[in-house]
């Protein structure tokens, strides 16, 4: 037995690898091919590749062992058949269920094998690829967040997100589960989403629950920050899931989601995933083994396609249960067992049934209707009809085949309904060509056309459409529908093209005001159409002919052809531009401007060519400008444009160019804006510009950049001012490269700040550095720095009743450095401060009182900056209360503070600062009422100390009027109070009229005690919107007037905005605009009261009529005579201002085609 199990060891080993193999091969292949659109789009390069199968070979191992098993018992037995093996084993005495136990013993090793590799090495494999999946091939730093999943935050604390705008980084519906041993709670938000801090929910509610499951507390929120122990959007994106975790894990999350009442189905049915797949390579054994013997099989032909088939069923029947599962259609702890307890049960059953009289009497009849099985199910796999055909009634005369009653049709991506039709058969029963009558609808990709007859001839791939209308949309602003009818239409069925003739196209929607008639039209669905012998019509009538029209259909793609004539000054000019894009993903740009001036009969000529073709990460380009008579002005060179596809970012250029006349040539790199992790980095460039006489400009490098950050939760480090330019400098026509770069002259400007938070730390500060040079010589080198550390937390705490006794200790260290490192400046030798307090206290809280006190000690180690820091030893206290009475309708709180220097032992005590601040609440017959003084003493005299300044608040609430108070009374000064501010607010509903002034009561007239009023409105009628301002300053001497106008249901809004200064001037503006600004009016004018003139700063108007918009521009005087500055009138097709005819100052310009 021991030869036996060693020789079918040594056979089955190559065939379990190349089993293996093959399936991570073809698994590998499948993956690369769902990626292969997003792989080239991104240019992901063929290293990145073999890292993304490289995390994902444990899984494709762990899925392809069972492939590896099956394949090489088929063929191990297959060979051992073929060769008469078994018939001489069985000769031994060896009977053939004997021939289970080598392949069971090795399966049963491959089973824990298989479990170790779930367990341990897959999940973090899969982790590990979804990471590379993100960074190598969808290119995103992070993951995207994943929506409708829990995540484990840690201490107990679970969130879910159920729906996430990625455009705004707001999340909705989100879930804060919170579980420890004595109790439950749950926080529910409608949104969160990120401040400047941290993440916050709002409006919110947060129930929480005993460990005995009732509820304990039940409170409502506008705003709560997530308290969690890192950043929400590393829990969010990267976070777990189910076959990325362990089986401990899962089960963890099964328990603890259990006891939330959540569905954990899904979570089921991937652990027990763990233990059904491990157990694979052992029910494939016992099936493959019995059926292998039992069949017999002796081709390993046969053994491959068996293998093939069985894995289909195995795999795919898993998959199948494990869905059913996980919707609880099924029992998900069964789930995922059936297909090993099915298969189990047919291999046990085999393994029985071997050398019995029962299994001759199944071999044969099996063994026949076996290949028949087999052909059935590969070839309904791999083979399809070419054409599908439906309809309620149909009958053949003849070579005819006739269809009536919703007929539908289905070839290569092409869909046709009608009526009814008539199909011509060829000999073998095929359809050679069909046509189609009645209402028809043709459908490929994004084409639909309807026609009243078409005829297919599907040997030729070709389609005819007769009386056809079809709708072409162009994306620019907005999308424009581009209505298409013709006498007849021919259009290759497998490709996106559509020739039309006889043709009228148009615009317009209902009224059909214009439409342009041609000859022949070519169109190329989301590219462009080329139309030829075109007549515009307006209601019928021709009114110009244009030997050909261009439309571009996409909102990335320039015009095909265009021509645009102009008159100006005597001067008549044609401009000619023709773009085409290749389907290799090539360029060309041609333009041909001339310019004839028709008094001197002179013309200039400028023919500009450009053609790209693809590389890389964008387009390499090569162009030239050629100009006549004058020639100086002639270049070619060649550029590279990147970041095209880029939305984030603008396109980048580095570009080479040379003037053949002048000799003069450059080099160039220019990147407006670039996108990265920390922030936008911008106006990225370099240059280097010469001729034969040398040089004669240099920029090495300039990059800016105003927002330059990187976060970890609350901590942060930003800069907010990045600029580095690296220039020649002087005249360098004499100079060589080397003498450029050691006279050039460099600037260097930083400003940033940090802040790092701890649970009882924070360390913060700013920081400047700048730097200049020329040469040699360093004209500006300051570094400035400005840093703080601090430490605050509570020691101990007694707490019983009403009595509360806090020890508190508080910490910082401030360092503050200035440097200048060139000699002769402010701070060329270093200064510095560097102090360091320490601050413990004592709370107590005794009922309705409060008192406490605090030593601070500040130790200034260093100080050469600031002389009038020295050391401090300072004690404060206090002492207050604060009580509620009447249901908490009378409120009182009161404290005094006081601040000794006891470092001056001439005065010992010194006292600094005495403080006293208060506040009262009196709610009172539907009326809220509260008084917050702060009142700091006059201390100068100890023996007569005396309140100095009193800041006073004042706020009443009584029905729907609030009424704000603030003034500050000077005690000391024979003027107690200079003004007083004061804010009146009326609501009702959504309604609110709002009065802010300022009334200095010592004033006599009231425009001096009242000397502006400030109001702002907003009134709600019958769903109609009124708001504005309304402002009378400089003691009512200048008018703000600021008035909009929302109706209900209305696409229109109307403001006005007014400012009058009296006997001076008046300046007016009003605009009307519709929602999507393509119909407006604006009009602004200048009223000069002591010239009496009229000035209309802006004159705009456009208006849509029907399919055609009416721009009209000017600027212009009435007063005291007219006088015409600037006009310019604009006729357009509607949302395409390219297609237009203009005439204004500029002349007149014609851009139809």
């Known amino acids: 037995m021991k030869k036996l199990f060693k020789y079918i060891s040594i056979e089955f080993i190559p065939p379990f690898f190349m089993g293996l193999i093959a399936f991570i091969v073809f698994v590998s292949l499948e993956l690369l091919y769902q990626l292969s659109e997003i792989i ?15 995390y994902h070979l444990p899984y494709f191992i762990s899925m392809g062992i069972p492939v590896g098993v099956l394949f090489g018992i088929f063929w191990v037995i297959s060979k051992l058949s073929s060769a008469n093996e078994i018939i001489a084993l069985q000769t031994l005495g060896i009977p053939m269920k004997k021939l289970i136990i080598p392949f069971m013993t090795i399966s049963l090793l491959l089973s824990f094998f298989t479990f170790a590799l779930f367990d341990t090495i897959v999940p973090q494999s899969n982790y590990k690829a979804k990471e590379a999946m993100a960074r190598y091939v969808y290119q995103r730093p992070q993951a995207q967040i994943e929506e409708n999943q829990f995540v484990d935050v840690g201490d107990g604390r679970y969130l879910f997100v159920k729906q996430i705008d990625r455009e705004s980084g707001i999340l909705y519906d989100v879930l804060l589960y919170e579980v420890k041993k004595d109790y439950t709670a749950v926080f529910n938000a409608k949104q969160a989403q990120k401040g400047s801090d941290g993440w916050y929910m709002k409006n919110g509610r947060m129930f929480r629950t005993n460990k005995d499951g009732f509820l304990d507390l039940d409170i409502t929120f506008d705003q709560l920050q997530l308290d969690i122990q890192e950043d929400v959007e590393e829990f969010l994106n990267f976070s777990k899931s ?12 099964i328990t603890t989601f259990s006891k939330l009442g959540l569905d954990v189905s899904g979570l089921i049915v991937s652990y027990q995933s763990k233990f059904a797949n491990s157990l694979a390579p052992l029910v494939i054994c016992i099936l493959g083994t019995a059926l292998s013997l039992f069949l017999n099989l002796t081709s390993k032909s046969w053994s491959v396609i068996t293998t093939f088939v069985l894995v289909i069923i195995y795999q795919g029947s898993g998959a199948w249960l494990s869905a059913l599962g996980k919707e609880k259609i099924i029992n998900p702890t069964i789930s995922v067992w059936i297909p090993n307890i099915i298969f189990g049960i047919i291999g046990a059953f085999l393994f029985f049934m071997l050398d019995t009289r029962a299994s001759y009497k199944l071999l044969e009849p099996l063994k026949r209707i ?32 006739f269809l009536e009653g919703d007929v539908f049709v289905e070839y290569e991506g092409s869909t046709i309904k009608a009526d009814s039709a008539q199909g011509e058969l060829n000999e073998d029963g095929t359809i050679k060509a069909a046509t189609f009558y009645g209402n028809i609808s043709y459908r490929y990709e994004d084409i639909s056309i309807q026609a009243s007859e078409i005829t297919v001839n599907f040997e030729e791939d070709s389609a005819v459409f007769l009386n056809s209308y079809t709708i072409q949309k162009y994306k620019g602003d907005k999308e424009v529908e581009v209505r298409i009818w013709s006498e007849s239409i021919q259009k290759p069925m497998q490709e996106n093209i559509i020739e039309t003739n006889k043709t009228q196209l148009t615009t317009c929607e209902d009224c059909i005001t214009y439409y342009f008639s041609a000859r022949k039209v070519d169109i190329f669905p989301g590219y462009f159409l080329i139309a030829r012998d075109v007549v515009l019509s307006f209601f019928g009538v021709p ?5 050909f029209y261009f439309q571009s259909l996409s909102e990335d793609e320039k015009e095909p052809m265009s021509l645009t004539f102009g ?3 005597n001067e008549f000019s044609l401009l000619t531009e023709i773009n085409y894009k290749f389907k290799n993903g090539s360029k060309v740009h041609l333009s041909y401007n001339t310019v004839n001036d028709l008094a001197t009969q002179e013309t200039d000529k400028e023919v500009t060519l450009k053609y790209g073709v693809p590389f890389l990460y964008g387009s390499l380009y090569l162009f ?13 060179g060649v550029s590279y444009q990147f970041f095209e596809d880029n939305k984030a970012s603008e396109i980048a250029k580095l570009e080479l160019q040379l003037e053949p006349a002048t000799e003069k040539k450059s080099l160039s790199l220019n990147i407006p804006k670039l996108q990265t992790n920390l922030g936008d980095l911008k106006n990225i460039r370099s240059h280097i510009y010469w001729d034969p006489k040398g040089f004669d400009d240099i920029l090495f490098l300039n990059v800016e950049s105003t927002a330059f950050q990187k976060r970890y939760g609350r901590s942060l480090i930003s800069l ?3 600029k580095l330019n690296s220039h020649s400098y002087g005249d360098i026509s004499d100079l060589s490269m080397p003498e450029i770069w050691n006279t050039k002259e460099t600037e260097i400007d930083i400003s940033g700040k940090y802040n790092f938070y701890e649970t009882f730390a924070r360390m913060y500060g700013n920081f400047d550095y700048a730097y200049t040079t020329v040469g040699t010589e360093t004209t500006k080198n300051r570094l400035t720095t400005k840093n703080t550390f601090s430490y605050k937390d509570t020691l101990y705490e007694i707490k019983n009743n009403n009595f509360d006794l806090k020890f508190n200790m508080e910490d910082t260290i401030n360092f503050n450095y200035y440097n200048d490192f060139i000699p002769g400046e402010t701070y060329s030798s270093g200064k510095s401060l560097f102090n360091y307090s320490l601050k413990p206290g004592i709370d107590i809280n005794l009922g ?33 209360y604060s009580f509620s009475i009447f249901d908490k309708n009378l409120t009182n709180s009161s404290r005094l503070s006081r601040s000794f220097d006891l470092r001056n032992t001439e005065n010992f005590p010194d006292l600094q600062k005495l403080e006293l601040q208060t506040q009262t609440n009196i709610n009172l017959l539907n009326t809220k009422n509260t008084l917050q003084t702060k009142t700091e003493f006059d201390i100068s005299d100890l023996n007569k100390i005396q309140p100095d300044t009193t800041n006073v608040k004042l706020t009443n609430v009584i029905g729907l009027l609030t009424h704000r108070s603030e003034f500050d009374y000077h005690h000391q000064e024979e003027i107690k109070i200079d003004y007083i501010e004061n804010r009146e607010i009326l609501r009702y509903n959504r309604n609110r009229l709002q009065f802010d002034y300022d009334l200095y009561i010592n004033e006599k007239t009231f425009t001096k005690m009242v000397p502006e009023l400030l109001t702002y409105f907003l009134f709600y009628y019958d769903g109609n919107k009124i708001y504005g301002d309304f402002d009378m300053k400089e003691e009512y001497t200048l008018y703000d007037l600021d008035i909009n106008f929302l109706e209900k249901s209305s696409n229109y809004s109307f403001g006005i905005e007014t400012t009058y200064r009296i006997s001076d001037y008046l300046k007016t503006g009003f605009h009307i605009n519709n929602r999507d600004k393509s119909e407006f009016a604006k009009i602004n004018f200048n009223y000069d009261i002591e010239d009496q003139s009229v000035n209309f700063t802006e004159f705009e108007i456009q208006k849509q009529i029907v399919c055609w918009t009416l721009n009209l521009q000017s600027k212009f005087s009435l007063l005291p005579q007219f006088d015409l500055t600037s006009f310019r009138i604009s006729f357009f097709i509607n949302y395409i201002p390219d297609k237009n005819i203009s005439y204004g100052d500029d002349g007149f310009e014609f851009g139809l085609m």
């Not at 080239?40 to 490289?54: H, Q, T, Y």
């Not at 009114?543 to 030997?547: G, Q």
């Not at 030239?624 to 070619?636: A, Q």
């Not at 100080?863 to 401090?872: G, Q, R």
């Open 40 to 54: 080239v789009r991104n240019n992901v390069g063929f290293s990145k590749l073999l890292i993304l199968i490289w």
């Open 242 to 253: 189910a076959n990325e975790m362990t089986s401990k894990e899962l089960r963890e999350k």
């Open 370 to 401: 076996f290949s028949v099985i087999l052909f059935i199910l590969v070839g309904s796999s791999f083979f399809s009809a070419p054409v599908n055909i439906n309809s309620q009634n149909f009958f053949l005369k003849d070579d005819l085949l």
């Open 543 to 547: 009114v110009l002919y244009l030997p």
């Open 567 to 569: 008159y100006d000054n």
């Open 624 to 636: 030239t400008s050629l100009n006549s008579p004058n020639t100086y002005d002639n270049n070619l």
């Open 720 to 722: 907010s001012k990045l």
């Open 848 to 880: 309705a009182f409060q008192v406490g006190n605090s030593l601070e000690y500040v130790k200034v180690l260093e100080n050469s900056l600031t002389p009038s820091a020295t050391d401090e030893l300072n004690y404060n206290d206090y002492v207050g």
